[in-house]
């Protein structure tokens, strides 16, 4: 069964309760230096949820209550990402799942007319720096359908280029960035509604 949604808050060794099959992924990133991402973060933002796993969801970059955490999808996107997968769960669909991300670590950035503390897309050299670990996770998670939630996800997984799906054999479904669902109203917007369907019918075909 996936995981359910955990609370924000700092903890102290966020990986203890993941599966045994991503902890070799936190040995090998953890302190990873490869990109300028890796300075300064809270945590290393590797997983969440089972694995292996029916569907696994990937997500562009952990945000400040990620970063505190070391898990991703745990801020209000997240609790977008879970009401989608608990309403099919309540249409009596069963499948496990997990939560990974583009890139690791956050990418922080400063807004220029505020002032303040914000968090930036990743950039292509910082998605491609990665990858391995990206790449590992999926094999490591070797899920049935791969959920790609959000355009900047989209754009650097190249979908719909089918190399994902010829590579891994999988099915890859684009879902909305909850963060983007929020923008236009929420639980109570066409988008919400829209991907949740989405959701249900990629899962139902599984
Ligand atoms: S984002 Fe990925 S490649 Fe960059 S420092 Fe973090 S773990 Fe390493």
């Known amino acids: 069964m996936g995981s359910s949604l955990q609370s924000t808050q700092v903890t102290l060794n966020p990986y203890a309760e993941l599966p045994e099959v991503i902890q070799p992924i936190v040995k090998a990133w953890k302190g990873c230096q490869d990109c300028s991402l890796g300075?300064?973060?809270c945590n290393y933002v590797f997983y969440r949820g089972s694995a292996p796993c029916d569907v696994l969801f990937i997500g562009e970059a952990p945000g400040y209550?990620?970063?505190m955490c070391g898990l991703p999808f745990v801020g209000k996107s997240g609790t977008i990402l879970e009401s989608w997968i608990q309403?099919?769960?309540?249409?009596g669909l069963k499948f496990t799942y997990g939560v990974t991300n583009v890139v690791a670590c956050i990418p922080k950035?400063?807004?220029?007319?505020?002032?303040?503390k914000t968090v930036r897309a990743p950039s292509k050299e910082e998605a491609d720096a990665c990858k391995l670990r990206l790449l590992t996770t999926i094999t490591r998670a070797s899920p049935r359908l791969i959920c790609v939630v959000g355009k900047t996800a989209k754009k650097y997984l190249r979908i719909p280029a089918r190399g994902m799906e010829k590579e891994y054999n999988?099915?890859?479904l684009e879902l909305q960035h909850?963060?983007?669902?929020?923008?236009?109203?929420?639980?109570?917007?066409?988008?919400?509604?829209?991907n949740f369907l989405y959701l249900k019918e990629a899962i139902e075909n599984l």
């Open 109 to 116: 950035a400063i807004n220029e007319e505020t002032g303040k």
């Open 178 to 194: 909850p963060a983007y669902v929020l923008r236009k109203g929420g639980r109570n917007s066409l988008e919400y509604k829209r």
């Open 87 to 91: 309403l099919v769960k309540d249409e």
């Open 170 to 172: 999988t099915p890859v």
């Open 39 to 41: 300075q300064g973060v």
């Open 65 to 67: 209550d990620e970063d």
